[in-house]
């Protein structure tokens, strides 16, 4: 039987990037320091990591981690081609607005409170529409 080889992981600076994408993506999505680490797959308590990403510290060489962050930003580009226009202000509000297709729950709720899972359901919904 062979043995799978682990995923290849991005290197550090593209890790460093990504980190410095997605932590721009929660500021124009207005999210609070707790909500940046929990949607990361951190404890609301681990400040000194997310401070030592907005200082261009990498993200962890950790597949869950990397995942989470390329799906946020995923979810931004569906966005962005949703809403085209830099100045529309729907590309970062969504998130954070009640949304009918979604029960009536707002999709930043979804992803705090599902994890991975919700993260996934709020990106399949918006590349089902």
Known sequence: MAESSPP???PEDER???AYMV??????????????????GHSPREKKRLE???KGRPLEPDPETLGRA?????IHQQLADRFP??????????????????DDRRPL????????SGIRQVLEHLQAD
């Open 8 to 10: 290849t992981l991005p």
């Open 85 to 102: 226009g830099d100045d529309d202000i729907r590309t970062y509000t969504w998130v954070v607005t009640t949304q009918p297709d979604l």
């Open 16 to 18: 460093a990037q990504l």
């Open 70 to 74: 390329s799906a946020l930003l995923a």
């Open 52 to 54: 030592a990403h907005k």
């Open 23 to 40: 932590l721009a993506l929660f500021r124009r999505w207005g999210l609070e320091d707790s909500q940046k680490l929990e949607l990361l």
């Open 109 to 116: 709720a979804i992803m705090l409170e599902e994890g991975v």
